[in-house]
């Protein structure tokens, strides 16, 4: 779910694990941040970040799809900035063949 602007703050109905403050960064800190972050989690943590930047919209997203090992659990663009919650994944390198 993508909200825009003059949509109301959703409050996500899942538990945040930490949280990633990210405003004031200029890209590509708030994605090189988050990917930080997410290293220090374990698999199925929530990370909530929240940036300024409008880099950040396109990058995490287009990371997390990448990633092709986490989820992006919800992305909300409102008044205060850029909202997303990823949940951290399995490493690639740990599953079995």
């Given at each position: 779910?993508?909200?825009?602007?003059?949509?109301?703050?959703f409050?996500?109905?899942?538990?945040?694990?930490?949280?990633?403050?990210?405003?004031?960064?200029?890209?590509?800190?708030?994605?090189?941040?988050?990917?930080?972050?997410?290293?220090?989690l374990?698999?199925?943590?929530?990370?909530?970040?929240?940036?300024?930047?409008?880099?950040?919209?396109?990058?995490?997203?287009?990371?997390?799809?990448?990633?092709?090992?986490?989820?992006?659990?919800?992305?909300?663009?409102?008044?205060?900035?850029?909202?997303?919650?990823?949940?951290?994944?399995?490493?690639?390198?740990?599953?079995?063949?």
């Amino acid at each position: 779910m993508q909200s825009t602007p003059a949509q109301a703050a959703f409050t996500p109905a899942f538990s945040v694990d930490h949280t990633l403050d990210a405003r004031g960064l200029v890209c590509p800190l708030p994605l090189l941040k988050t990917k930080h972050c997410l290293l220090q989690l374990e698999v199925g943590q929530v990370l909530y970040v929240l940036a300024e930047d409008t880099g950040a919209w396109t990058d995490i997203p287009a990371f997390v799809r990448h990633s092709q090992q986490h989820t992006l659990l919800d992305a909300q663009h409102t008044a205060t900035g850029y909202h997303f919650w990823i949940r951290k994944g399995e490493s690639l390198f740990s599953r079995s063949v």
